[in-house]
Every structure is written in structure tokens, then in C-alpha cells.
């Protein structure tokens, strides 16, 4: 299984400047990528360009569905081009199941009898639609205000990644995860507009920036986790920390069936699983590589590989302290939940319940990178 390895170095030269407030950017997410037809309502109107002539606009109280044509797009019987925009008039939005979307709404046939929507938004909006899926709301205000900082920084180092399909971001977990926008929680909206604009930094460049659960004690350097040939900045080579162990995921214990780790490894080898081990590990404590053996043949294999075939919720992070054998199956005893690369979630929380500010626990976790307010 060949993983797709982020870029690891500092990805864009968007200038940074150290004060001022800065502009909502507008950026475009993937919300329902290749689709076979894409059904809606709307709540209040919506101004419909690229329509003919006495169709220029779209009102709630019905429902609507586009679908691909050989012309482009269709709508009930009227005849569309391959693109549309719907540009919402006076606070309406658009709902496509139980999400509501307030930004203009963008639908492009992208070919096979298929069709793209992308929601146009501004950034300092779409980070009110990613915090409450990524820290609950209820958390610390500082906590909030860090991820808020890390994760702007993430959606400005990823703008792009996904330009070969028509948008900048998906709306899941290869990027954030962005459901549209309902009610926004007041402490997300203050955490957003404390920190309207701030990226973290390095060497004049926007550092790439990553963010999980629970490390389990010590954060580590990406190189670890995706592998790369590039020099990992100083701010993501990973730090010690004590404040994640009230987390749920600070310890625990994970049991795989025999069969399990046999059907992930995913060997053309038929037989008996004669040995699981750690084969390597880094100095954070994570594990690198598994050696795992079925009847004669041994096969060593990447722990971001292993973790994804068995579920990255059940075997919940690679920093595991020991592998002993049980009847039938193995007991993994770990510790954290997630990759650990850069900002821990539940250290965060417990610095800001401390009542360390978010400046603060940004450079705890990322010594030696540059707070500033980025120049869109």
C-alpha cells in the first residue's frame, strides 16, 4: 500500500506580516465531488448565473436536483451550461441533506456522467464550519484559539493540493472536516475572530502544520510518520509532553485476532501467523515498522499502513509501549490517539485549563515558530 506523502518543508510563499487585521480570502471547498446528481433546497434565494434568459434565480419552498447532461447541466427540464453559480441574496443558504452551506455554491459537470460542487467561502467563515468538528466547542477559549491558529494555517499550506479536481479543499479528513455552517457555538466565533488572520511561521514562510487527539506524552517529527527526504523544520521535531495524560486516550489497550493482522498485512502468503513484533521504533516512542510473520515468510510493514487496514480507531496511535501474545491474537498496549505530529488536542485543553494563553501553548508545541497575520 503506497501512502501519499504530504510535503513535510514550508509549502508557500504567501508573504506574512506581523500586525493588522486581515482579509477573508476566499477559497473553494470540495462539498460533494463526483456525484451522479446532486439534490437541494434552499432557504430563501438564490441568484443563479450561467442560466437562460427568465430562469436567473432559485427560491425556497421546493426542492431541486441538477444532474449531468450531454450539454452540461439539468435542471428538472431546463437545459444548463457545464457551470453554474449560486450566489446567495441577503443571508439565504442552500441545504444538501442536513448541511447547510451560506457561501456561493459552484456545480461543474466533471465528465462520466458526473458532477462537482464546491462551496465558495471565505476562510475566516469555513473555520467556523471545521473548529466544532475538530475541538468541542465546550473546551477552554485559549485551546480554541490554538487550533483556530493551527488549523488556518493547515487550510493556507494545503490551498491547491486538490486544483486537479476543481477545488482547493476537500470537505473531510483529507483536509478538515467542513460540514457547512449552522447555529456557530459564541466561543468558536471568538476563537476565530481573536485570531482573524494569525498563521504560524518559519523563516519568513508559512509552516506546514499538522494537529491530532493525544500524543501520549511526546509529540514526533513527520518524517516518521509519512517519510520524506526533506529536512523536517525545527518547530515539528516533536516535543515531550506531560499535560495529555487526563485524556481518555492517554493508555490504553488494543487485542487483534491472529486472523486480523493476517487479512491487514494483506500477504499473498496462506498460513499461520507465527510472529508480530515491533521491528522499529523512533526515539518519541512511535513505532516505524512492524515485523510481522505468516507461515515462512517475513514482511515488514509501515505502522501508518498497519494502523490504516486495522482502523485507526481501534489500533489508535503507533506510540506503543509493548506487543504480548494472547490466545488466538495479540494485546497492543499504546498510548495516544492519532499521528502526534505537531498540536495535541488534549494537551492544548489542558494547558489553556491551566490558564496558559494560546500564544503560549503554540510555542510549546511548536518551538520556534513565528505567530504573525498573513498578507492574503
Known amino acids: 500500500m503506497k501512502w501519499a506523502v504530504p510535503l513535510l518543508a514550508l509549502l508557500l510563499s504567501i508573504p506574512l506580516r506581523s500586525e493588522g487585521a486581515a482579509p477573508d480570502r476566499l477559497i473553494q471547498i470540495g462539498i460533494v465531488p463526483g456525484a451522479h446528481a ?4 434552499i432557504d430563501g434565494e438564490f441568484a443563479m448565473s450561467g442560466a437562460p434568459s427568465g430562469a436567473s434565480s432559485l427560491s425556497g419552498g421546493a426542492r431541486y436536483r441538477l444532474e449531468p447532461s450531454e450539454g452540461g447541466l439539468r435542471l428538472g427540464n431546463l437545459e444548463l451550461p457545464e457551470e453554474i453559480r449560486l450566489r446567495p441574496k441577503d443571508g439565504s443558504s442552500l441545504l444538501i441533506g442536513n448541511r447547510r452551506y451560506r457561501g456561493d455554491i459552484i456545480v461543474r459537470a466533471s465528465g462520466s456522467g458526473q458532477l462537482t460542487a464546491i462551496e ?3 476562510i475566516e467563515t469555513y473555520l467556523m464550519g471545521v473548529l466544532p468538528h475538530e475541538m468541542d466547542p465546550s473546551w477552554p477559549l485559549e485551546a480554541l484559539k490554538s487550533q483556530a491558529v493551527v488549523a488556518r494555517t493547515f487550510a493556507y499550506t494545503h490551498l491547491g493540493k486538490y486544483r486537479k479536481m476543481g477545488f482547493d479543499l476537500t470537505s473531510d479528513t483529507r483536509s478538515q472536516v467542513y460540514r457547512g455552517l449552522e447555529e456557530v457555538a459564541p466561543s468558536i466565533r471568538e476563537a476565530v475572530k481573536r485570531t482573524r488572520g494569525e498563521v504560524l511561521g518559519w523563516k519568513g514562510e508559512i509552516l506546514n502544520v499538522y494537529y491530532h487527539s493525544c500524543c501520549g506524552g511526546h509529540t514526533v517529527d513527520p518524517r516518521f510518520v509519512w517519510g520524506s527526504e526533506s529536512k523536517t523544520p525545527d518547530p515539528l ?3 515531550r509532553d506531560r499535560y495529555c495524560q487526563t485524556s481518555p486516550h492517554a493508555r490504553w489497550i488494543a487485542y487483534f485476532q491472529d486472523s ?3 487479512a491487514a498485512v494483506g500477504s499473498a502468503v496462506m498460513g499461520p501467523l507465527r510472529r508480530f513484533a515491533i521491528k522499529r521504533r523512533n526515539n518519541a516512542g512511535y513505532v516505524q515498522e512492524f515485523l510481522v510473520r505468516i507461515a515462512e515468510e517475513t514482511v515488514h ?4 499502513e498497519l494502523r490504516r487496514a486495522l482502523g485507526n480507531t481501534e489500533l489508535k496511535s503507533a506510540r506503543i509501549s509493548a506487543i504480548r501474545r494472547r490466545a488466538k491474537g495479540y494485546e497492543l498496549v499504546g498510548q495516544g490517539m492519532g499521528h502526534g505530529v505537531g498540536l495535541c488536542q488534549w494537551g492544548a485543553r489542558r494547558q489553556a485549563e491551566k490558564g496558559r494563553a494560546y500564544e503560549k501553548i503554540l510555542r510549546y508545541y511548536f518551538p520556534g515558530a513565528i505567530l ?3 498578507d492574503s
Request: glycine residues 10%; negative net charge; proline residues 5%.
Open 38 to 41: 446532486l439534490e437541494f433546497s
Open 120 to 122: 465558495e467561502i471565505g
Open 237 to 239: 521535531r516533536g516535543v
Open 260 to 262: 486480523d493482522i493476517v
Open 301 to 304: 510493514v509501515p505502522a501508518i
Open 372 to 374: 504573525s497575520v498573513i
